[in-house]
């Protein structure tokens, strides 16, 4: 990989400002079916910027209103056309697909085992080998060598135009990421990976999980962030849910204890080197889904409906895991920051620490569309639990917490 230096560091760490990135891209939101972009932040009273991208085009079994967020207004349009363009890119292309049974594409060249996949709970794991599977090629970044995989764990929505395919689970966008380069998107796809099986774990487990004493907090920027909820009676809490790969994932939840709005019980999270970059993506991502739900705009709002139906009180209950104040924190400079200027360091770091917990492939499929030319990838890591995502796909990593 070509070396690329982080040039920007203000509340995410990127090759390239935000503000660059829209105007490198912004020409190109109708070519991917984005029809407006809109600043939602207005719609609550905590001020961090929460922008829409709205693209009525979207496949069926995908959303068409995609969130995004930062601390300033350029971060959150940033993110919300990213996002829309990651959308777009991983709708499913054919022309690189081949068809077949395990054995059969074993025959052409290696092939991941399906298995390692984490396949739903019901699945019949001995019909794998009879069924016909749709394939692509990916690269693996630990050894160096491609690998099919099935086109089911690289598109979404995951759409079947063959009647003689199966496919093997409900397709999801874990590990779908775009960047300003190639390598940053695997970075990200990466981190993304990472925060789904650190978050499944914790709630497999509830073992990996410290709360952060906010009062230890130094930086600026994320007191900055954790004020804009205080002042507005909304109650942060931290946690960290780093898990066995030792890459900082941190959660904040958030309690509004002005409007008891079970809808409003609001958690997001973060993965990252450098920990605080965890903690505002954590946040931020608070302010998006407390934005979203506010605004009623995306399609997949049915935990709010839930939660307002089941009750504030009941609900925290619940969670209590997530809500709770506990006797015990650590600091946040307690978690290294073990994060570089540089976008190939920061990936060989990921690696390896990867690597030294049994994780054999890390894979990438390139899903940039050349009509579009925005970096876009797939990034899959065999045996990572999703459950957070998906409850009927635990796998076995979690015993190992």
């Not at 003689?164 to 993304?192: D, P, Q, R, V, W």
């Not at 190939?344 to 899903?367: A, G, Q, R």
Request: overall charge negative; glycine content about 4%.
């Amino acid at each position: 990989m070509t070396s690329k230096e982080i040039k920007y560091f203000k509340g995410t760490h990127r090759i390239i400002p935000p503000n660059e990135t829209i105007k490198n891209n912004e020409e190109k939101c109708k070519i991917a079916g984005i029809t407006r972009i809109t600043e939602i932040t207005h719609l609550d009273r905590i001020g961090l910027p929460v922008f829409s991208a709205i693209r009525p085009t979207s496949q069926d079994g995908a959303i068409s209103i995609y969130g995004g967020k930062g601390i300033s207004s350029e971060h959150a349009k940033a993110s919300a056309m990213m996002e829309g363009f990651e959308r777009y890119s991983a709708e499913k292309q054919c022309e690189n697909l081949v068809t077949g049974t395990v054995s059969e594409i074993s025959s052409k060249g290696n092939t991941i085992d399906v298995e390692s996949l984490n396949l739903p709970k019901d699945f019949k794991k001995e019909n794998i080998e009879l069924f016909n599977l749709e394939w692509n090629i990916c690269h693996d970044l630990i050894s160096g060598d491609d690998y099919y995989v099935p086109s089911n764990a690289i598109y979404h929505p995951y759409v079947l135009e063959d009647n003689s395919c199966k496919s093997l689970f409900k397709s999801n966008t874990n590990g779908l990421a775009s960047g300003n380069s190639l390598e940053e998107a695997i970075l990200h796809g990466m981190f993304e990976v990472i925060e789904r099986d650190a978050w499944s774990i914790f709630e497999l487990t509830h073992k990996n999980y410290k709360q952060i004493d906010l009062d230890s907090i130094e930086s600026e920027t994320v007191n900055d962030a954790i004020s804009k909820f205080s002042e507005n009676d909304i109650k942060i809490k931290l946690m960290d849910f780093t898990a066995d790969v030792n890459i900082p994932t941190i959660a904040a939840s958030a309690d509004d204890t002005l409007l008891k709005d079970a809808g409003l019980l609001t958690l997001g999270i973060g993965t990252h080197l450098d920990p605080e970059v965890a903690v505002l993506r954590a946040l931020t991502e608070v302010a998006q889904s407390r934005a979203t739900q506010i605004h009623g705009a995306r399609e997949d709002t049915v935990r709010a409906d839930f939660a307002r139906t089941a009750g504030y009180e009941r609900m925290k209950r619940i969670n209590k895991y997530y809500f709770q104040e506990e006797d015990e924190k650590i600091r946040l400079s307690d978690i290294e920051n073990r994060s570089t200027d540089s976008i190939t360091k920061d990936i060989d770091i990921v690696l390896d620490e990867l690597k030294s917990n049994e994780i054999e492939h890390v894979l990438y499929y390139d899903l940039t569309r050349p009509e579009l030319n925005v970096n876009v990838v797939r990034v899959i890591i065999p045996t990572m639990e999703l459950y957070s995502i998906d409850p009927s796909r635990a796998g076995y990593r979690f015993l190992r917490v």
